[in-house]
C-alpha cells in the first residue's frame, strides 16, 4: 500500500511544473486524494483535494487559480499542475489520502502519505 510522488524540481518564478501522484496495492478510486505541502522550517499545509470520482476539487486559497489537481483513476494516479509559481510555493509536495484540510494538515495516523518531492522556487 502506498503513494509515490514525482515530477519535483527546481524552476524560476512564473515557472509551470506537473506532480504526480501514483497509487498501488490498494483501490485508488476509493480514495479522496489531497496535495499536501510543506515549505522549509514550516508545518504542513493542505493546498488541494480531489473527490474519489474527480467531479469535486478544492483549493486553498493560496493556490486557487494558479494549481489545477486531477486524478486518472485507470491509471491509480492523481496530477497536480502548477503555474505561475511563486517563491513561496518552494517545498516538498506530498500527496495523500487524507481529507478535510485539517486532517491533513495534522498528519492523523490512518491515512496513506507519499514520500513526498521538492519543488524549489529561485532565480
Known amino acids: 500500500v502506498q503513494l509515490v510522488e514525482s515530477g519535483g524540481g527546481l524552476l524560476q518564478p512564473g515557472g509551470s511544473l506537473r506532480l504526480s501522484c501514483e497509487g498501488s496495492?490498494?483501490?485508488?478510486?476509493?480514495?479522496?486524494i489531497s496535495w499536501v505541502r510543506q515549505a522549509p522550517g514550516k508545518g504542513l499545509e493542505w493546498i488541494a483535494r480531489v473527490s474519489k470520482r474527480g467531479g469535486i476539487k478544492k483549493y486553498a486559497e493560496s493556490v486557487d487559480g494558479r494549481f489545477y489537481i486531477s486524478r486518472d483513476n485507470d491509471k491509480s494516479t492523481a496530477y497536480l499542475q502548477m503555474r505561475l509559481l511563486k517563491k513561496e510555493d518552494a517545498g516538498v509536495y506530498f500527496c495523500?489520502?487524507?481529507?478535510?484540510?485539517?486532517?491533513?494538515?495534522?498528519?492523523?495516523?490512518?491515512?496513506?502519505w507519499g514520500q513526498g518531492t521538492p519543488v524549489g522556487v529561485s532565480f
Open positions: 495523500a489520502t487524507c481529507w478535510p484540510s485539517d486532517r491533513c494538515a495534522s498528519r492523523l495516523p490512518g491515512d496513506i
Open positions: 496495492g490498494f483501490n485508488f478510486e476509493d480514495y479522496e
